[in-house]
């Protein structure tokens, strides 16, 4: 279980028993929601990372990241109506960007409706930027997708120290 500094949520791996609520959750999210069946399937994929966000035991939201390799995808995020803008989503997605940059991703993308301005300006907030659009991608309604990626700040190379030629 990590806590957000100051926060009073804690986040911890979706467990079995959370999808159901995780489901309710979605279903108040998305006009085309995942049911909760591929909650339970991702929860046995070996590439994919689910956790959850708590205050007490309730329930506030979740996120869904896969990996490949070096690249990630931020698959499912939500909160909660009532829990919004107090940073859970924040909390989730900083969580996950810094498992999978621990795990050697360095690209991490997602698709967002370009209609979304409240997921397109926490994505923002947290580096990520448009670099394609997929036409007609999402239905009910119909919409494009943006594609968004995140890249992990390159590596800067560690200063050698200069040894003094040995004298004899
Ligand atoms: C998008 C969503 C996940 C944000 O969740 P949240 O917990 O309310 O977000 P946070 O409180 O962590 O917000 C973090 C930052 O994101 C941005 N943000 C979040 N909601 C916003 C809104 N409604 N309008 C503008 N900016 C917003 C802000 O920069 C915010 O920081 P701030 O509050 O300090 O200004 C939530 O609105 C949601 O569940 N939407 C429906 C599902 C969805 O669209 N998921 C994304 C699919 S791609």
Known sequence: ??????????LRAMRPDDVDGVAAIEG???????????FRDLLR???????????GGTLLGYCVVMR???EGEVA????????????????LLDDAMSALARDGVTSLFLE??????AARALYASRGFRAVGRRRGYYRLPDE???VLRWSAPPVEPVATPTVPPATS
């Open 144 to 146: 494009d997708a943006l």
């Open 112 to 117: 967002v409706r370009e209609s979304n301005t």
């Open 76 to 91: 499912n995020i939500a909160t909660a109506p009532t829990a919004r803008r107090r940073g859970v989503a924040a909390l």
């Open 1 to 10: 279980m990590t806590s957000g500094a100051g926060l009073p949520f804690a």
């Open 45 to 55: 994929h070996p590439s994919a990372r689910l956790r959850v966000a708590l205050e």
């Open 28 to 38: 108040e999210a998305f006009s085309d929601p995942w049911p909760a069946r591929a």
């Open 68 to 70: 490949a390799l070096d």
